[in-house]
């Protein structure tokens, strides 16, 4: 069976429960292919392959029949598609012949070997025999629609007449179609012998038209709700005892926040051949931000992976994080193979997707083979976190690995409000658009309520590459001033999109730059054993100046050109050898991830000659440490910092910045941030000292200029810097993302809008059904 359907107001349109059923027996049934067959042409109906909750088409049928494609490949059908194009004699023939008529229109929709317009009726109708005229000379046919709109078409094109010459070519009798539709110009699929179903709340003279054909159902039910009645009126399925039975495809759970992130807020490891925890290796990010939100009483569940290779016994899937600290928090753990983390973290995140973020995109190495892994990975997180969320809940979803998780979420449990903040860096469209898979990824985003970015320039990216995918109503806008830099950074901007609006769906999204945990810092700088290695640290550096960097072991972070900056630095002004020291502390990567190797050797290289030329008997300029170290010796070694270098070539953020300035405003100190223009910080943290880490000369004078700032202005600048830093902690970013979340599902429910299956276009006006309003 083929179903061959109308989109607007037809399979877009119906019921919340009748379009789950229809679309889950679409996508499950051996047998059903799918037709689309509308007005539209087939740039604007791409937009809504991105839409998961969407089954895939075999078919599409566009431009009220002149353009016929693939579903999948969206190649041309042939030679079906070459039959009709040697009937067009081109647009420019078109446009040129119907010039010579007063008021006829031109519409501005998407479209292909057809050309649509638009006349006031008054004026159209003393003029139709002259259109029709011209168009015969064209060798053309018109197609006019509510006594306002018309078709200029290739002959005998229009919906039926392409259905049937597809069903000659696929070799198929009609008896095995089903059509579909709920306006007049549905009408020539029914007139070429097709058994359909007209809709409820068809147009009344639709209704008409087919009152007297035996093979069309009028049913009671409108869009989806119709298309099942017909399916069983018809007795279409025979051999299958019933349709599928609507419902939630998961259980509510009790979690009224669930957490979904890709590492659990704790490390596990094996030893003796038991599973031991571990604190996180890492000496900044996330998880402690996370973690610290549930520090104060909130509850709920955090969804991640723990690897099963079947070697411990029975596989624990809910475990208590931390009974004394977080009493109210419940780790979920995913079970994932340790080849499937390996595929999709290691390999295919950091090998994909990470560099095309970060705007490195000719890294970017994309494998299908991945791509599926990714997906099933994506999968179990979201059933995952479906099966934990209390009714109407929060699920707030973490970062780039965790892309595909919404629209499946969505799919399961369309009561949810699903937030998703996005850590690292987003890059615009002419980077991200490199993806294979950009559409699938957008369409899942886009089934959130709303979306979280560090900063504005970040949400204008994503307002970007969505602009550039579909149709994109921009609902509301703010001004990034004064809470961000505008013009005084490379990630600056002016004003923000707050709200679009998209098939009818609204999203919400905002700048939330993650704050950092103070409480933390001061509890930790308290403890006897900090206090003790701070003294020594600064015994060992003194009376020289400790230039401090500390980072990921990651092409991105600029880490080759920052010792290369300090040896153009030392041989610019020799006085200050032996009188500051850089220490480097790179945090390595996985094992596993072996992209990073030649990295680490390409540091430890560019270290040993930086030594090897400017050492003395006393003094070694770099010292340069290739492993983590605990928190507390961070946090040291922040209290200690003369200089914080921090320059990343691409940054989403850069929680070490602020954990820094937190640290010195603390303890009172007067250290001086120098830190990269693209780091995401940078358009928050105003005090720092911006610089350029593309340009070597702007490198190295901004390390310089920090060396002699006067100790007043170093003071004045990081007084301003804990201000900032001060008030927006990490508490005020969870407090301030949660009521953005809340606030967004709040505006759209007092402002309705159908959801993206339930097909009222974005513009309503003149180009809203396909041809100019009238030929889905």
Not at 466 to 486: K, N, Q
Not at 716 to 722: D, M, S
Not at 758 to 764: D, E, G, S, V, Y
């Amino acid at each position: 069976m083929i179903l061959a359907t109308d989109l607007d107001g037809t399979f877009l349109a119906g019921d919340s429960e009748a379009r789950q059923r229809l679309y889950r027996l679409v996508d499950e049934h051996p047998q059903i292919r799918l037709a689309w067959i509308t007005g539209r042409g087939l740039e604007a109906v791409i937009p809504l392959l991105s839409d998961p909750a969407l089954p895939r088409p075999d078919y599409l049928i566009c431009d009220v029949g002149a353009t016929v494609v693939d579903g999948r490949s969206l190649q041309p059908l042939q030679p079906l598609q070459s039959a009709i194009d040697a009937r067009w004699p081109g647009e420019r023939a078109v446009a040129d012949a119907m010039r010579e008529f007063d008021g006829l229109q031109r519409q501005d929709v998407p479209q292909e070997r057809r050309c649509s317009y638009f006349c006031e009726p008054a004026a159209l109708a003393p003029q139709r025999a002259g259109i029709e005229r011209a168009a015969r000379e064209l060798g053309c046919s018109v197609l006019y629609s509510a006594d306002r709109y018309l078709d200029i078409l290739p002959p005998r094109t229009d919906k039926g007449r392409t259905l049937a010459a597809l069903a000659a070519q696929l070799r198929l009798p009609h008896d095995c179609f089903l059509v579909a539709g709920d306006t007049l110009n549905d009408l020539s699929m029914y007139e070429a012998g097709f058994r359909g179903v007209c809709v409820g709340e068809s147009e009344p003279a639709l209704l008409a038209a087919t009152r007297t054909l035996d093979h069309v159902l009028h049913a009671e039910a409108p869009g989806c709700g119709g298309i099942l009645e017909a399916i069983e009126h018809f007795d279409l399925l025979a051999g299958d005892t019933s349709l599928p039975a609507p419902g939630p495809a998961a259980r509510p759970g009790e979690a009224g926040l669930v957490m979904v992130y890709h590492r659990l807020p704790y490390e596990e490891a094996i030893e003796g051949g038991v599973m031991v925890r571990r604190r996180p290796r890492s000496p900044n990010g996330i998880i402690p931000s996370l973690l610290s939100f549930f520090g104060k009483g909130q509850s709920g569940s955090w969804v991640a992976w723990s690897i099963d290779d079947g070697e411990q016994g029975g596989f624990e899937t809910h475990t208590a994080v931390d009974a004394e600290q977080y009493p109210q928090l419940t780790a979920v753990r995913v079970p994932l193979s340790k080849f499937e983390v390996d595929a999709f973290y290691k390999r295919f995140s950091k090998e994909a997707f990470w560099p095309m973020l970060h705007t490195f995109w000719e890294r970017a190495r994309f494998r299908e083979e991945d791509w599926k892994i990714f997906l099933r990975v994506n999968r179990r997180f979201a059933e995952a976190a479906a099966a934990e969320a209390a009714p109407g809940a929060t699920v707030w979803l973490h970062d780039y690995n965790l892309w595909m998780v919404p629209g499946r979420l969505r799919e399961l449990r369309p009561d949810l409000k699903i937030a998703f903040f996005h850590h690292t860096y987003f890059p615009s469209a002419d980077i991200f658009n490199v993806v294979p898979w950009r559409r699938e990824i957008l369409g899942s985003l886009l089934s959130c309520d709303y979306i979280g970015f560090h900063i504005p320039r970040q949400v204008e990216n994503f307002v970007d590459v969505v602009r550039g995918a579909m149709p994109t109503e921009v609902l509301a806008r703010e001004s990034c001033a004064p809470r961000f830099l505008t013009y005084g950074c490379a990630v600056g901007l002016d004003t923000m999109t707050t709200r679009l609006r998209i098939h009818g769906r609204e999203i919400g999204l905002g700048a939330h730059p993650v704050g950092t945990d103070l409480g933390r810092i001061r509890s930790v700088l308290a403890q006897p054993g900090v206090r003790t290695g701070l003294e020594k640290l600064r015994r060992e550096i003194s009376p020289r100046k400790l230039v401090l960097s500390i980072e990921r072991l990651d092409y991105t972070k600029g880490t080759l050109e920052k010792l290369e900056a300090f040896d153009r630095l030392l041989e610019a002004q020799p006085q200050l050898q032996g009188k500051v020291t850089l220490v480097v502390i790179c945090v390595p990567a996985a094992k596993e991830m072996t992209i990073y190797l030649q990295l680490q050797t390409q540091i430890e290289q560019a270290v040993g000659r930086l030594n090897g030329r400017h050492s003395r008997l006393d003094w070694t300029p770099v010292r340069f440490f290739a492993r983590p170290l605990p928190f507390e010796e961070v946090v040291a070694h922040y209290a200690a910092a003369d200089v914080m270098w921090i320059t990343p070539l691409r940054d989403g953020l850069n929680l070490v910045a602020k954990e820094f300035v937190a640290t010195q405003g603390i303890e009172g100190g007067h250290g001086v941030l120098v830190l990269s223009e693209f780091a995401g910080a940078a358009a928050e943290l105003k005090g720092a000292l911006l610089t350029n880490p593309h340009d070597p000369a702007d490198l190295t004078a901004a390390l310089a200029q920090a060396l002699a700032m006067h100790p007043d202005e170093a003071e004045g600048r990081l007084r301003q810097l804990y201000g900032i830093v001060e008030e927006h902690d990490v508490d005020r970013w969870g407090r301030d993302f949660l009521a953005a979340v809340a606030g967004s599902v709040g505006h759209q429910k007092t402002h309705t809008t159908p959801s993206v299956a339930n097909a009222t276009p974005i513009a309503p006006t003149r180009s809203a059904r396909g041809s100019a309003g009238s030929t889905d």
